[in-house]
């Protein structure tokens, strides 16, 4: 290859081709040659009125190739004013190919091909001028001529980047360039270097800067003359693309903001090209795998030392320009596109450009909201709805979003992009292909992938607006039909092969018509063929040798009628030609004309006529031309029958001969589209009053799948109880929502507009202002209306209740505000006052604003410019403030639009203006706090705040934006859109996940920001306890409520006391001033750990309060005697301090445990790591010995051999451990109340003592360096330091702490120094040993005020005399221990550091990332030898490093870690349950310890015991061997709990198939030997509880959890039977043997039993090869009486009934009734022959297939082994929470037993 060193550092292009020859280049139309006054230089120029016909081109021809390798291309250029232009670049990337970049005037929007990009060039102007004002603020439409003051222009354009950004193409050379009419050009070149036009030689010199850097001035023959005292950016423009300014929302080329500054000389680092969101998801998925390799040794961090601080540092203010916020398109749940643009720009169009840093932070998580769900159909249409080729999704237009729907789950995603409402939408034959057009001027067609959700392309419709859109089966053809500009019918042939794959539609024909065309379709047999019928014509079309032409059909006596569909004929002869056809058109009179399409005549005729009623008056009979037929709005055929929807609501299933009905359906309004699915089973219908649903023709059922408003929706309020959406539309009605299900459960219809509603805090009714004044409040239980008030002259603008739900108020247009009295039914008047509410209607529905505290009430008025601020009780003004005065600058006069308090305080109210502000006012001063600006491009709708105050929401006009409340003026905020309409109102849901934003439809959104752990209390129920008794004494239950939805519907039960002694210490923090009540509201709800979705949610726990009289004088003396704390404190924010499992058991100490010689099971193995633990993990190198717990379990495990031995003697989750300096002692700490200390004999596993010291739980453990001592520090609850003899376990002393301590550690030089880190710093400790006392003395240093207000969370020693700490913001902070002082800090990771190891000059960090780093830190010591008499502003690292040398991510975060001295090796254990063996010397990598982080559901023995299965609640299913306890495969669904398993019998063809049910009801079979699913079929609609394989294996049985039990084939995915029988009761539990039941009277080789919740148990014989299944027995069991029915914690023991293995016709069975029992049922006999009593209520049980043993669980936390022949048993204590789970292996040798996630397995030699 030749060199490229000529090109350096410039090439002229003119003057290399020497243009002015026209040899090596050439030229068209009119191209001329003058001087320039501006330039005084000669330019060319080039006119025409085409631009395309006048153009120089270089190099001539195209064989040719300028192969310039410039990274960048410089044009001098000027547009003419007031035309437009073009350019083409072509560019050889190294991929091979040519790609051509242009740029254009004419272009109105960026597109983009494998080979083309299209860029739209927006025009600068003169400085000052008219045109740069109107510019400067606007965003959409500036696209086109060139304006009169049009200046000289460089353009710079980055090829590389370009390239590689839009196309992820390598830029190779410049090939050519084409300049089009209509400009005058200078010059163009290309270089390596970035150029600035407007520096000088001179300046150049004085910044130092040369083109070794990579930057510097434009060569001279290419520069501009500026006037002297000029400057150059007043005469022209320079341009660079990628801008470093503001850019429009779709990619352009224009002026940058002058607001961006002027560009920075400094040198920049390699722009990074970005790639896009698919990229970057699929990246994320590989993170876990690529993360887990070493990286290779001595990468350099960037670290810094403590900086200087400059008074000037300290007392400058922030940055107050604002940068790009985000902007989020809305598109498939999956695939959300999330792109930058200005926050101040026009919100509609927006696709992905590249972003720079700036100096505002961006809000985080980024997305913070994704669409959920939609409440909506139609829009512009509700003609269009279609099905899926499978038959399982629909999908329809939402206004301007396309919405597809699973039929069965109701879940659904979304197409977007249309920036109008979608007029029309169409499949292909296939149904891999969608094509969408959009109403409005600006209609464009979009082809969408359907399968991944993305658009292919997108064209324009070359229409006004699209009405109809049919694609051809193989999917080549797209017609449409639509308006042109004189309003005359287009028809419009698209050829879509391209287009598919990315490419372009190209017109095959189009064709103007004066015809009238309603519908049109392409024929299913030739895509060159269609069909279209309208008023008074049917016509067939053909596109032949680029023409569409077509003729009508010859309709006789039917000339005059109005046709509104048409559709063709399925199936046929194999040997009927292809047009060889029969059509079938419908009409509004009700005929039906079949059609023969080759002869383009009418064969028949048909009219669907309405049941004539007998009629006195009435002697003429209806005749096929009298009488008013029925209007058919849409058609569909399929090859049995014909489906009809008509204007009367009916959708009606007819014979192809239309000789009788088969079947209808009665819809509430017109039928306007059906469409039969493609396996003719479901027919799919709309209607014009926002209905979807479809019929299934099996079942003869109908389902709903979408109800919706006809208009816009006005207002919302939500019922976070019940879980209700209620909404006012301007269509007349109020409906309420399931906010759940998405279906509409009430509709309130009035002639009276409503236009504002508001739920009472409590009870289960709303009130709905009307346009007429009219106030009515409803009660939804009971649907009537509860009162009426008619105080209100005008339309009520605001509604609104006190947070306590005693008082309502409302407000109306003409100024009026009225206060009601909400604790009566009737909510009488208590005052009215007039002219106090701005008059007008722009502040509706919520023109009022309550506190939280329901103490201030805040509205607008009595003027516009007015906020008032009133007693909520008594309507007494407190305060004015006049908003026009705050800003004096303003030119106008500021008005209010929108009032808002602060949650939980009254102090603060957010004012939004017609200004576009948003104003922060004291409610006690009227001062104005703090205002953000420019909130939105027209004034704000709605707002509304977090409950935690960190986010404010805003609406304008379609998009939503979320701000960070404290840090709005810091902090960009995020924008949404989707709407396609103004937004009216958007909230946040009560529980504060969710998001709901209304106008053209009913957006619900999810909210992904993590909860702020410390205020996560705040919202617990007993912020009631503060509510004041009535005199009776009881507080309603409503009360209490704190607007979350309920977890669980309340049981009957009788009053009984409430235990508190299991509750999370910080719910017991509340009880101490709480109310008690008469209702009973849910029980606790047990939090189900993490999950893997990115979508984490806090737990929340609704606790039973009941009145204290009924309890027993002994339990209300229980309950005085606990210790509850009055004010506890807030738990840190930091993951380092440990956080128990919340637990809804309680344990039973009256349980006697058997002696170790006596026990009959032996504790085997613990499957697991305890990840919620911290520090606990310890492991001696010497004697490769590791210890960690798993549960109340402590594991010894040897690393070599994998045996283990158990330390057993907690009962509660275990949350640190600690081993001694000499591996003979563990210490172990568990419980968070009163916690457990024990100390071990490592050699023995016994127990050489216990004690309790800590009121909480114990946060951590540390040994002395000469083990004598050991330490252990209270959580936050109780932050004390106790240090104990190791040997005689006793307390030496104990010392309280003013904040919560994280960590703590001895001194390994020193035996009496230790430290301790906290929310307060570090303390530095002594301990001081004076005869028999002993006592600690501590020192606080604060945090250095360098790193932040950060809490400091871990330490370690370092032999050298100083130690280092790290913070929750990742940094590490090296101190001088004997000085007390900090001399070094630097950063290391991007999250909290948890862990800290040291050794030598080597560093182990652990972090909330999950990223370990060994760090070599020999700089560290050295700075504290050579600066130790300098102070912390002291301290500079000029050229020190400290260097990386290994890093490995792992699967959670870091909780614990051990390594050996030369710190190659360790040991550590993540949040995901993991221990993780590391060698950093080979860069290996190995799971030792693998457990789920969810509880588990199942476990399941394989037929031989080689493996045993488990499944967990968060959706995986792990598959492990029986010998080494390790994992030997996985399989996972994500967002889906795995509740059962089931390996295939033996006696099957395979083995090797393990079947797992799901809670969204679908069954999946797993090939263990190909490691990957078998099958996946939905045998229920509701998650399956229970499941088996029939004994043959033939077939495999599952219950759901409302009762049905459906038998499906393995084989063929088939159901073959649902038995309903037990249909509404969840069923427990469902087993399958072998037995012949020839005894029993009945045909079959195998019995099953199915028991459900209601006590009833099914027995069935069945013969699975015959199909045959017949119901052998229906037991019923006796439930107690009604007054003697208690309600347990969490809900009812489960209905539990198994085969006796020794005798099947023997059935056991135990369930909730008269008395705690085990009941023995004979099939035989036909009673119950024994029963053994139980001393708990069983959870679960399992039966051994040898001897006769039997184990039950219970919630207890007992598992008792019991033998069945005498009745002995012993219970067993070694779980710290309530059995689940508990499984005899095949040959009962072994048992599984499951408490939440710890599995436990048993050895069983007998009883």
Same mark, same amino acid.
């Given at each position: 290859?030749?060199?490229?060193?000529?090109?350096?550092?410039?090439?002229n292009?003119f003057?290399?081709? !020497?243009?002015?020859e026209?040899?090596?280049?050439?030229?068209?139309?009119?191209?001329?040659?003058s001087?320039?006054r501006t330039?005084?230089?000669?330019?060319?120029?080039i006119k025409g009125p085409?631009?395309?016909?006048s153009?120089?081109?270089?190099?001539?021809s195209?064989n040719?190739?300028?192969?310039? %390798?410039?990274r960048?291309?410089?044009l001098?250029f000027r547009?003419?004013p007031g035309?437009?232009?073009m350019?083409?670049?072509?560019?050889?990337?190294?991929e091979g190919q040519?790609?051509?970049?242009?740029f254009?005037?004419?272009f109105?929007?960026?597109?983009?091909?494998a080979?083309w990009?299209?860029?739209p060039f927006l025009?600068?102007?003169?400085k000052?001028s008219?045109?740069?004002? %109107?510019s400067?603020?606007?965003?959409q439409?500036?696209?086109?001529?060139?304006?009169?003051?049009?200046?000289?222009?460089?353009?710079m354009m980055? @090829?590389?980047f370009t390239l590689t950004f839009?196309?992820?193409r390598?830029?190779a050379?410049?090939?050519?360039?084409k300049?089009c009419?209509?400009?005058?050009?200078?010059?163009?070149f290309?270089?390596? @270097?970035?150029?600035d036009?407007?520096?000088?030689f001179?300046?150049a !010199?004085?910044r130092?800067?040369?083109a070794?850097?990579?930057k510097?001035?434009?060569?001279r023959?290419?520069?501009f003359?500026v006037p002297?005292?000029?400057?150059?950016?007043?005469?022209?423009?320079?341009?660079k693309?990628?801008?470093d300014?503001?850019?429009?929302p779709?990619?352009?080329?224009?002026?940058p903001?002058?607001a961006?500054g002027s560009p920075?000389?400094?040198?920049d680092?390699?722009?990074?090209a970005t790639?896009?969101?698919?990229v970057?998801?699929?990246?994320?998925?590989?993170q876990?795998?690529?993360s887990?390799?070493?990286?290779?040794r001595n990468r350099t961090?960037?670290?810094?030392?403590?900086?200087?601080l400059?008074p000037?540092n300290?007392?400058?203010?922030e940055?107050?320009?604002r940068s790009d916020?985000g902007?989020?398109?809305?598109a498939?749940?999956?695939?959300?596109?999330?792109?930058?643009?200005?926050?101040?720009? #026009?919100?509609?169009?927006? +696709?992905?450009?590249?972003?720079e840093?700036?100096?505002?932070q961006?809000?985080?998580?980024?997305?913070?909201?994704r669409l959920?769900?939609?409440?909506?159909?139609?829009?512009?249409?509700?003609?269009?709805?279609?099905?899926?080729?499978?038959?399982?999704e629909v999908v329809?237009?939402?206004h301007? *979003?396309i919405?597809?729907?699973?039929?069965?789950s109701r879940?659904?995603?979304?197409f977007?992009?249309?920036?109008?409402k979608?007029?029309a939408l169409t499949?292909?034959?296939?149904?891999t292909l969608?094509?969408s057009?959009?109403?409005?001027?600006?209609?464009?067609?979009r082809l969408?992938?359907?399968s991944a959700?993305?658009?292919?392309?997108?064209f324009?419709?070359h229409a =006004?607006?699209?009405?109809?859109?049919s694609f051809s089966?193989?999917g080549?053809i797209?017609?449409g039909?639509g308006?042109d500009?004189?309003?005359?019918t287009?028809?419009?042939?698209?050829?879509t @092969?391209n287009a598919a794959?990315g490419?372009?539609?190209?017109?095959?024909?189009?064709?103007?018509?004066?015809?009238d065309?309603i519908?049109?379709?392409?024929t299913?047999?030739?895509e060159?063929?269609?069909?279209?019928?309208g008023r008074?014509?049917?016509r067939?079309?053909r596109? $032949?040798?680029?023409?569409?032409r077509s003729c009508?059909?010859y309709l006789?006596?039917?000339h005059?009628l109005?046709? +509104?569909?048409?559709?063709?004929q399925e199936?046929?002869?194999s040997?009927?030609?292809?047009?060889?056809?029969t059509?079938?058109?419908?009409t509004?009179?009700?005929h039906i004309?079949e059609? #023969?399409?080759?002869?383009?005549?009418?064969?028949?005729a048909r009219?669907?006529?309405?049941?004539?009623?007998?009629?006195?008056?009435?002697?003429?009979?209806w005749?096929?031309?009298t009488?008013p037929?029925?209007?058919?709005?849409s058609i569909?055929?399929?090859s049995?029958f014909c489906a009809?929807?008509?204007v009367?609501?009916f959708?009606r299933?007819?014979?192809?001969?239309?000789s009788?009905?088969i079947?209808?359906a009665?819809?509430?309004?017109?039928?306007?589209?059906v469409?039969?699915?493609?396996d003719s089973?479901?027919?799919?219908?709309?209607t014009s009053?926002?209905?979807?649903g479809?019929?299934?023709?099996?079942s $003869?059922?109908y389902?709903?799948?979408?109800?919706?408003h006809t208009?816009d929706?006005l207002g919302?309020?939500?019922?976070?109880?019940?879980?209700?959406?209620t909404?006012?539309?301007?269509?007349g009605?109020?409906r309420?929502?399931?906010?759940d299900s998405l279906?509409?459960?009430?509709?309130?219809?009035s002639?009276d507009k409503?236009?504002?509603v508001?739920?009472?805090?409590h009870?289960?009714t709303?009130?709905?202002?009307?346009?007429?004044?009219?106030?009515?409040?409803?009660?939804i239980s009971?649907a009537?209306?509860?009162?009426e008030?008619k105080?209100?002259?005008?339309?009520?603008?605001?509604?609104a209740?006190s947070s306590?739900g005693?008082?309502?108020y409302s407000?109306d247009s003409?100024?009026?505000l009225?206060l009601?009295d909400?604790?009566?039914?009737? =909510?009488?008047? /208590?005052?009215?006052?007039?002219?106090?509410v701005a008059?007008?209607?722009?502040?509706?529905?919520?023109?009022?604003a309550v506190?939280? #505290?329901?103490?201030r009430l805040a509205?607008?008025g009595?003027?516009p410019h007015?906020v008032t601020?009133?007693?909520?009780?008594s309507?007494?003004?407190?305060?004015?403030?006049d908003v026009?005065?705050?800003?004096?600058e303003s030119?106008?006069l #500021?008005?209010?639009l929108?009032?808002?308090?602060s949650?939980?305080s009254?102090?603060?109210?957010l004012?939004a203006?017609?200004?576009?502000?948003?104003?922060?006012?004291s409610?006690?001063?009227?001062r104005?706090?703090r205002?953000v600006?420019?909130?939105?491009k027209r004034?704000?709708?709605?707002?509304?705040?977090?409950?935690d105050?960190?986010f404010?929401?805003?609406?304008?006009?379609? +998009?939503?934006?979320?701000?960070?409340?404290?840090?709005t003026?810091?902090v960009?905020?995020?924008?949404?859109?989707?709407?396609?309409?103004?937004?009216?109102?958007?909230s946040?849901?009560?529980?504060q996940?969710?998001?709901?934003s209304?106008?053209?439809a009913?957006?619900?959104?999810?909210?992904?920001?993590?909860?702020?752990?410390?205020l996560?209390?705040?919202?617990?129920?007993f912020k009631?306890?503060y509510?004041?008794?009535?005199?009776?004494?009881?507080?309603?239950?409503?009360?209490?409520?704190?607007?979350?939805?309920?977890?669980a519907?309340?049981?009957?039960?009788? &009053?009984?006391q409430l235990?508190?002694s %299991?509750m999370d210490?910080?719910?017991?923090?509340g009880?101490?001033?709480l109310?008690?009540?008469?209702d009973?509201p849910a029980?606790?709800?047990?939090?189900t750990?993490?999950?893997q979705?990115p979508?984490h949610?806090?737990?929340v726990?609704?606790?039973k309060?009941t009145?204290?009289?009924?309890?027993?004088?002994?339990e209300?003396?229980?309950?005085?005697t606990?210790?509850?704390?009055q004010?506890?404190p807030?738990?840190?924010d930091?993951?380092k301090?440990?956080?128990p499992?919340l637990k809804?058991s309680?344990?039973?100490?009256s349980v006697s445990v058997?002696?170790?010689?006596?026990?009959c099971?032996?504790?085997?193995?613990?499957?697991?790591?305890?990840g919620?633990g911290?520090?606990?993990m310890?492991?001696?190198p010497d004697?490769?010995l590791?210890?960690?717990?798993?549960?109340?379990?402590?594991?010894l495990?040897?690393?070599h051999t994998g045996?283990?031995?158990h330390? &057993?003697g907690?009962?509660?989750e275990?949350?640190c451990?600690?081993?001694?300096?000499?591996a003979?002692?563990?210490?172990s700490?568990?419980?968070s109340s009163?916690?457990l200390?024990?100390?071990?004999?490592?050699?023995?596993a016994?127990?050489?003592?216990?004690a309790?010291h =800590?009121?909480?739980?114990?946060?951590s453990?540390a040994?002395?360096r000469d083990?004598l001592?050991?330490?252990?520090?209270g959580?936050?609850?109780?932050?004390?330091?106790?240090?104990?003899?190791?040997?005689?376990v006793?307390?030496?002393?104990?010392?309280?702490m003013s904040?919560?301590?994280h960590?703590?550690?001895?001194?390994?030089a020193?035996a009496?120094?230790?430290?301790?880190?906290g929310?307060?710093?570090?303390?530095?400790?002594?301990?001081h040993?004076?005869?028999a006392n002993?006592d600690?003395k501590?020192? $606080?240093v604060?945090?250095p005020?360098e790193?932040?207000?950060?809490?400091?969370?871990a330490?370690?020693y370092?032999?050298?005399?100083f130690?280092?700490?790290?913070?929750?913001?990742g940094?590490?902070?090296?101190?001088?221990?004997?000085k007390q002082r900090?001399?070094?800090?630097?950063?290391?990771d991007e999250?909290?550091?948890?862990?800290l190891?040291?050794r030598?000059?080597r560093?182990?960090?652990g972090?909330?990332?999950?990223?370990?780093?060994?760090?070599?830190?020999e700089?560290?010591q050295g700075?504290?030898?050579?600066e130790t008499?300098?102070?912390?502003?002291?301290?500079t690292?000029s050229?020190?490093?400290?260097v990386?040398?290994?890093e490995?991510?792992?699967?959670g975060k870091?909780?614990?870690?051990a390594?050996?001295?030369?710190?190659?090796?360790?040991?550590?254990g993540t949040?995901?349950?993991?221990?993780?063996?590391i060698n950093?010397?080979?860069?290996?990598?190995?799971r030792l310890?693998?457990?789920?982080r969810?509880?588990?559901?199942?476990?399941?023995?394989?037929?031989?015991?080689s493996?045993?299965? +488990?499944?967990?609640q968060?959706g995986?299913v792990?598959?492990?061997?029986t010998g080494s306890?390790e994992?030997?495969?996985?399989?996972?669904?994500?967002?889906q709990?795995?509740r059962c398993?089931?390996?295939?019998?033996?006696?099957?063809?395979?083995?090797?198939?393990?079947?797992a049910?799901?809670g969204d009801g679908?069954?999946?079979?797993f090939q263990?030997?190909?490691?990957e699913?078998e099958?996946k079929?939905r045998?229920?609609?509701?998650?399956?509880s229970a499941?088996?394989?029939?004994?043959?294996?033939?077939?495999?049985?599952?219950?759901g959890s409302?009762?049905?039990?459906? /038998?499906?084939?393995p084989?063929?995915?088939?159901t073959?039977?649902? *038995?309903r029988d037990?249909k509404?009761?969840a069923i427990n539990?469902?087993?399958?043997?072998?037995?012949?039941?020839?005894r029993?009277g009945?045909e079959?080789?195998e019995?099953?039993?199915?028991?459900?919740?209601d006590?009833?148990?099914?027995?069935?014989?069945a013969?699975?090869s015959?199909e045959?299944?017949?119901l052998?027995?229906?037991?019923s069991?006796?439930?107690?009486p009604?007054?003697?029915v208690?309600l347990?914690e969490e809900?009812?023991?489960?209905?539990?009934?198994?085969?006796y293995?020794a005798?099947?016709?023997?059935?056991l069975?135990?369930?909730?009734?008269l008395k705690?029992?085990?009941?023995f049922?004979?099939?035989?006999k036909?009673?119950i022959?024994?029963?053994?009593s139980?001393?708990h209520?069983a959870?679960?049980?399992s039966?051994s297939p040898?001897g006769?043993?039997l184990?039950?669980?219970?919630?207890?936390?007992?598992?008792?082994l019991?033998?069945?022949?005498s009745g002995r048993?012993?219970?067993?204590?070694q779980?710290s929470?309530a059995?689940?789970?508990c499984?005899?292996?095949?040959s009962?040798?072994?048992l599984?037993?499951v408490a939440?996630?710890?599995?436990?397995l048993w050895?069983v030699?007998g009883?």
């Amino acid at each position: 290859m030749a060199s490229t060193g000529w090109q350096h550092p410039y090439v002229n292009i003119f003057k290399h081709v !020497k243009v002015e020859e026209w040899k090596r280049s050439a030229k068209a139309g009119d191209v001329s040659s003058s001087m320039d006054r501006t330039l005084r230089c000669p330019v060319f120029s080039i006119k025409g009125p085409v631009p395309t016909n006048s153009y120089i081109l270089i190099p001539k021809s195209s064989n040719q190739s300028l192969g310039l %390798t410039g990274r960048y291309f410089y044009l001098l250029f000027r547009p003419t004013p007031g035309k437009y232009f073009m350019v083409h670049l072509d560019v050889a990337v190294e991929e091979g190919q040519v790609v051509r970049i242009s740029f254009s005037n004419m272009f109105k929007e960026f597109k983009s091909t494998a080979t083309w990009l299209q860029f739209p060039f927006l025009c600068g102007a003169a400085k000052d001028s008219v045109y740069e004002k %109107t510019s400067s603020s606007a965003r959409q439409g500036l696209v086109g001529p060139a304006p009169d003051s049009v200046r000289w222009t460089c353009l710079m354009m980055d @090829l590389c980047f370009t390239l590689t950004f839009y196309l992820n193409r390598h830029h190779a050379h410049l090939k050519s360039v084409k300049l089009c009419a209509n400009m005058a050009v200078k010059n163009m070149f290309t270089s390596d @270097l970035l150029l600035d036009p407007a520096m000088t030689f001179r300046e150049a !010199k004085l910044r130092g800067l040369s083109a070794s850097q990579g930057k510097g001035p434009i060569p001279r023959e290419m520069s501009f003359p500026v006037p002297k005292g000029g400057s150059w950016n007043d005469f022209y423009d320079h341009i660079k693309f990628p801008s470093d300014g503001t850019k429009l929302p779709f990619d352009s080329i224009q002026k940058p903001d002058p607001a961006a500054g002027s560009p920075s000389y400094q040198k920049d680092e390699t722009r990074a090209a970005t790639v896009s969101d698919p990229v970057q998801r699929r990246v994320s998925l590989c993170q876990p795998i690529a993360s887990s390799k070493l990286l290779p040794r001595n990468r350099t961090s960037v670290v810094s030392s403590v900086p200087e601080l400059s008074p000037s540092n300290a007392t400058e203010a922030e940055d107050p320009l604002r940068s790009d916020a985000g902007v989020h398109v809305y598109a498939h749940p999956q695939d959300v596109l999330s792109t930058h643009g200005d926050s101040s720009g #026009d919100e509609v169009f927006c +696709t992905s450009v590249f972003k720079e840093s700036k100096q505002r932070q961006q809000l985080l998580p980024d997305p913070i909201l994704r669409l959920s769900r939609i409440i909506g159909f139609g829009g512009a249409t509700t003609r269009d709805a279609l099905w899926t080729k499978s038959g399982e999704e629909v999908v329809y237009p939402c206004h301007a *979003i396309i919405v597809s729907m699973k039929i069965l789950s109701r879940e659904q995603r979304f197409f977007t992009g249309h920036t109008d409402k979608i007029s029309a939408l169409t499949f292909n034959g296939s149904t891999t292909l969608l094509a969408s057009a959009q109403s409005g001027s600006n209609s464009v067609v979009r082809l969408w992938d359907y399968s991944a959700g993305t658009c292919l392309s997108m064209f324009r419709a070359h229409a =006004h607006s699209l009405s109809c859109l049919s694609f051809s089966y193989g999917g080549g053809i797209l017609c449409g039909v639509g308006k042109d500009r004189h309003n005359k019918t287009m028809v419009v042939v698209w050829n879509t @092969l391209n287009a598919a794959k990315g490419g372009e539609g190209t017109i095959l024909a189009k064709a103007h018509t004066d015809v009238d065309i309603i519908t049109m379709k392409v024929t299913f047999f030739d895509e060159t063929r269609m069909v279209s019928c309208g008023r008074e014509n049917v016509r067939l079309w053909r596109v $032949r040798n680029g023409s569409l032409r077509s003729c009508p059909v010859y309709l006789g006596e039917f000339h005059s009628l109005d046709f +509104t569909d048409v559709a063709f004929q399925e199936g046929g002869a194999s040997d009927q030609q292809v047009d060889d056809r029969t059509l079938f058109a419908s009409t509004r009179s009700g005929h039906i004309l079949e059609i #023969d399409y080759s002869r383009v005549t009418v064969k028949n005729a048909r009219r669907l006529m309405p049941a004539q009623q007998q009629h006195a008056e009435r002697r003429e009979k209806w005749t096929f031309n009298t009488g008013p037929g029925i209007p058919i709005n849409s058609i569909s055929v399929s090859s049995s029958f014909c489906a009809t929807g008509t204007v009367d609501g009916f959708l009606r299933l007819w014979t192809l001969d239309f000789s009788a009905v088969i079947l209808e359906a009665e819809h509430e309004g017109p039928v306007t589209v059906v469409s039969v699915s493609f396996d003719s089973l479901q027919v799919l219908s709309a209607t014009s009053t926002g209905n979807l649903g479809y019929l299934d023709v099996s079942s $003869r059922g109908y389902n709903t799948l979408m109800r919706s408003h006809t208009g816009d929706v006005l207002g919302f309020s939500v019922d976070g109880i019940r879980r209700h959406l209620t909404t006012a539309s301007a269509d007349g009605t109020v409906r309420v929502w399931n906010t759940d299900s998405l279906q509409q459960l009430y509709d309130f219809v009035s002639m009276d507009k409503p236009c504002s509603v508001a739920f009472h805090p409590h009870e289960p009714t709303f009130s709905c202002g009307f346009c007429s004044g009219t106030v009515r409040v409803f009660d939804i239980s009971s649907a009537r209306l509860l009162a009426e008030h008619k105080q209100h002259r005008g339309e009520v603008i605001g509604l609104a209740f006190s947070s306590d739900g005693d008082l309502m108020y409302s407000a109306d247009s003409e100024g009026s505000l009225v206060l009601h009295d909400a604790s009566e039914e009737d =909510h009488s008047v /208590i005052r009215v006052a007039c002219s106090v509410v701005a008059r007008g209607t722009e502040r509706a529905p919520d023109a009022l604003a309550v506190s939280g #505290d329901s103490s201030r009430l805040a509205f607008v008025g009595p003027t516009p410019h007015i906020v008032t601020v009133a007693d909520a009780r008594s309507l007494d003004e407190l305060l004015h403030v006049d908003v026009s005065v705050l800003d004096v600058e303003s030119p106008e006069l #500021d008005s209010a639009l929108k009032v808002r308090f602060s949650p939980a305080s009254a102090e603060h109210l957010l004012v939004a203006t017609s200004a576009n502000k948003i104003l922060w006012i004291s409610t006690k001063t009227g001062r104005l706090l703090r205002q953000v600006s420019n909130v939105h491009k027209r004034p704000c709708s709605s707002l509304a705040v977090s409950e935690d105050r960190r986010f404010l929401l805003t609406s304008g006009h379609n +998009t939503v934006k979320v701000w960070d409340y404290k840090r709005t003026n810091q902090v960009n905020p995020q924008m949404y859109i989707g709407h396609s309409q103004p937004i009216r109102q958007v909230s946040f849901t009560p529980d504060q996940l969710g998001v709901v934003s209304v106008g053209d439809a009913i957006f619900l959104w999810d909210f992904l920001a993590e909860p702020d752990e410390c205020l996560i209390g705040s919202r617990s129920p007993f912020k009631a306890s503060y509510i004041s008794l009535p005199p009776d004494g009881k507080v309603n239950a409503a009360q209490l409520s704190n607007g979350m939805p309920r977890q669980a519907a309340p049981l009957p039960s009788s &009053q009984h006391q409430l235990d508190v002694s %299991t509750m999370d210490p910080e719910i017991q923090g509340g009880l101490s001033r709480l109310s008690v009540c008469d209702d009973d509201p849910a029980k606790p709800v047990q939090p189900t750990g993490s999950s893997q979705s990115p979508d984490h949610r806090p737990v929340v726990s609704f606790l039973k309060v009941t009145d204290l009289d009924s309890a027993s004088p002994g339990e209300t003396d229980k309950l005085e005697t606990m210790e509850l704390g009055q004010n506890k404190p807030d738990h840190p924010d930091c993951y380092k301090h440990f956080i128990p499992r919340l637990k809804a058991s309680s344990l039973d100490q009256s349980v006697s445990v058997p002696r170790p010689q006596d026990e009959c099971i032996k504790l085997k193995a613990v499957i697991g790591y305890n990840g919620n633990g911290r520090g606990n993990m310890g492991w001696s190198p010497d004697q490769g010995l590791f210890a960690y717990s798993c549960g109340g379990v402590v594991v010894l495990e040897h690393l070599h051999t994998g045996t283990q031995s158990h330390l &057993q003697g907690h009962s509660e989750e275990i949350s640190c451990l600690a081993i001694s300096n000499d591996a003979q002692t563990l210490v172990s700490a568990a419980g968070s109340s009163r916690s457990l200390v024990s100390v071990w004999d490592v050699r023995t596993a016994a127990c050489r003592g216990t004690a309790s010291h =800590h009121k909480g739980a114990v946060q951590s453990l540390a040994f002395s360096r000469d083990d004598l001592f050991f330490l252990s520090v209270g959580d936050f609850f109780d932050p004390v330091l106790a240090l104990w003899s190791s040997e005689s376990v006793q307390l030496l002393c104990s010392v309280s702490m003013s904040a919560p301590i994280h960590d703590a550690a001895f001194s390994p030089a020193a035996a009496r120094q230790l430290a301790c880190v906290g929310s307060e710093g570090i303390h530095f400790c002594l301990i001081h040993t004076r005869g028999a006392n002993t006592d600690i003395k501590a020192c $606080r240093v604060s945090v250095p005020s360098e790193v932040g207000d950060v809490e400091l969370t871990a330490l370690c020693y370092h032999m050298d005399s100083f130690l280092l700490t790290s913070t929750a913001g990742g940094h590490v902070c090296a101190w001088d221990v004997n000085k007390q002082r900090c001399f070094m800090v630097w950063r290391a990771d991007e999250g909290e550091i948890g862990v800290l190891l040291c050794r030598e000059n080597r560093l182990l960090t652990g972090s909330a990332t999950g990223r370990l780093q060994l760090w070599q830190i020999e700089v560290v010591q050295g700075m504290k030898s050579a600066e130790t008499t300098c102070s912390i502003n002291d301290v500079t690292l000029s050229g020190s490093k400290v260097v990386v040398e290994q890093e490995v991510v792992l699967d959670g975060k870091l909780v614990s870690a051990a390594f050996d001295n030369s710190m190659d090796m360790g040991i550590v254990g993540t949040t995901a349950g993991t221990l993780w063996y590391i060698n950093w010397s080979d860069s290996s990598i190995i799971r030792l310890v693998s457990g789920h982080r969810a509880k588990v559901n199942d476990v399941v023995f394989s037929r031989d015991e080689s493996r045993f299965a +488990t499944c967990s609640q968060d959706g995986s299913v792990r598959v492990w061997s029986t010998g080494s306890f390790e994992l030997v495969v996985q399989f996972q669904v994500i967002n889906q709990a795995c509740r059962c398993l089931c390996w295939s019998p033996s006696s099957s063809s395979d083995g090797s198939r393990l079947a797992a049910g799901y809670g969204d009801g679908t069954l999946r079979i797993f090939q263990l030997a190909s490691t990957e699913m078998e099958m996946k079929l939905r045998p229920h609609q509701e998650a399956i509880s229970a499941i088996t394989y029939s004994a043959s294996g033939h077939v495999i049985l599952t219950a759901g959890s409302k009762g049905l039990v459906a /038998i499906s084939s393995p084989i063929s995915g088939a159901t073959i039977r649902v *038995i309903r029988d037990h249909k509404g009761a969840a069923i427990n539990s469902i087993q399958s043997v072998s037995e012949q039941c020839k005894r029993f009277g009945l045909e079959g080789n195998e019995m099953f039993l199915v028991a459900g919740a209601d006590r009833r148990v099914s027995v069935w014989a069945a013969n699975w090869s015959k199909e045959k299944c017949d119901l052998l027995d229906w037991l019923s069991f006796p439930a107690p009486p009604s007054s003697e029915v208690r309600l347990l914690e969490e809900s009812l023991p489960p209905s539990l009934a198994a085969f006796y293995p020794a005798d099947p016709s023997l059935l056991l069975y135990t369930g909730y009734g008269l008395k705690k029992e085990l009941s023995f049922y004979s099939l035989t006999k036909k009673q119950i022959i024994k029963k053994i009593s139980l001393t708990h209520w069983a959870t679960c049980i399992s039966l051994s297939p040898r001897g006769h043993l039997l184990a039950v669980g219970c919630k207890e936390r007992v598992l008792k082994l019991i033998k069945s022949t005498s009745g002995r048993f012993q219970d067993f204590l070694q779980h710290s929470d309530a059995l689940q789970t508990c499984r005899f292996s095949p040959s009962g040798s072994l048992l599984f037993s499951v408490a939440y996630d710890e599995v436990l397995l048993w050895e069983v030699p007998g009883l």
